[in-house]
């Protein structure tokens, strides 16, 4: 299996079915995980889309590229993707099939990309400290 983390930033990711658009590849690929709007996720402070996927191998590499340089929405803005590949594969939250999450779920991890803002503002790295509801 082949299993990333993913955000999307720029000035206009949400609203023009960036999600969607996610969704569908994932479940063209037969690949599972989420998507979620984070208001306020991207580099400094723009809004991003950030999400997992976990795949079969070859689908696996052809959903990375679709996300990090993919045929965004018309109408979409995008400044850069940034994935962080799994080693061991398993994502955080694990879903039957492919899902769009709700803009208000607690989604942020540890470390980058989608890092929780706690840890980002204490400068923990990698496998850092903190608490909350980080995955």
Not at 6 to 13: A, D, E, F, H, L
Request: glycine share 20%; hydrophobic share 35%; net charge negative.
């Amino acid at each position: 299996f082949y299993g990333f983390r993913y955000s999307i930033s720029g000035p206009k990711v949400h609203g023009v079915g960036m999600r969607a658009a996610i969704q569908a590849k994932a479940d063209a690929l037969s690949c599972f995980g989420w998507a979620q709007n984070v208001p306020g996720g991207g580099p400094g402070g723009g809004d991003a889309v950030v999400g997992e996927a976990r795949c079969g191998k070859r689908a696996g590499a052809e959903m990375r590229d679709f996300v990090e340089k993919g045929l965004y929405p018309a109408g979409s803005q995008v400044d850069g993707a940034e994935i962080r590949v799994y080693d061991d594969t398993k994502i955080k939250l694990h879903f039957s099939h492919f899902k769009i999450l709700d803009d208000g779920r607690v989604t942020c991890f540890r470390d980058q990309p989608h890092m929780c803002k706690a840890e980002e503002g204490a400068g923990a790295g990698e496998g850092g400290g903190g608490g909350g509801d980080e995955l």
